[in-house]
């Protein structure tokens, strides 16, 4: 019985040391892990990102500054795959997984398609782990303002109109990337 109880109290006291020294990072993260997903036909894209929050700050030109390359997102480098050759802004995009990074500015941003594989955004002085001599495509596009607060950083698939886009939205800011399948795509 004695060792029983021993073993309980043993477990539940390592249970606690693990919660206390990661239990934000595991239980309560701060930009939860997200993902944008479409199917249309045999074409399938999926984003995989970390979503921050507004949290009464101000957003761009403040939390991510204007003209500085941005991970697009909290944490993990943001990714993104699809499984048909793409055209983006009329520049081919091979079918395969990139990584997404941004450049906010006032008016419009930048966006790069990178191709180097990176296991985090940012490296320990928060600095972009970016390395352009990977990017495969960069296109710019204006910046859209909107009447309402988006609370969570949000990126989404949309094709309401026949258009598919990629969007970004964050704070008061939305921006539209085309997306249209390379016409002799192979499955």
């Known amino acids: 019985m004695l060792k029983r109880l021993l073993i309980v109290l043993s477990v539940i006291a390592l249970g606690l040391v693990i919660y206390l020294a990661f239990g934000e990072n595991l239980f309560f993260r701060k930009s939860p892990k997200d993902t944008a997903k479409i199917t249309l036909n045999d074409l399938k894209l ?3 990102y970390n979503r921050p929050s507004k949290r009464d700050r101000e957003i761009f030109g403040a939390l991510v500054p204007f003209d500085k390359v941005w991970r697009t997102g909290a944490n993990e480098a943001t990714t993104f795959q699809t499984n048909k050759d793409l055209m983006i802004d009329g520049m081919l995009l091979k079918k395969g997984k990139y990584t997404l990074w941004t450049v906010p500015m006032k008016n419009s941003w930048k966006v790069m ?3 180097k594989d990176y296991k985090w955004g940012v490296n320990e002085k928060m600095e972009p782990m970016w390395d352009p001599n990977f990017d495969v495509i960069e296109l710019e596009v204006p910046k859209q303002d909107l009447e309402e607060i988006v609370e969570k950083f949000t990126i989404a698939f949309d ?3 026949g258009n ?3 969007t970004m939205a964050w704070d008061q800011t939305l921006i539209e990337i085309p997306v249209v399948v390379y016409p002799n795509s192979a499955p």
């Open 46 to 48: 999926n984003v995989e």
């Open 113 to 115: 398609f990178n191709s």
């Open 159 to 161: 094709n309401k109109t």
């Open 164 to 166: 598919l886009k990629l």
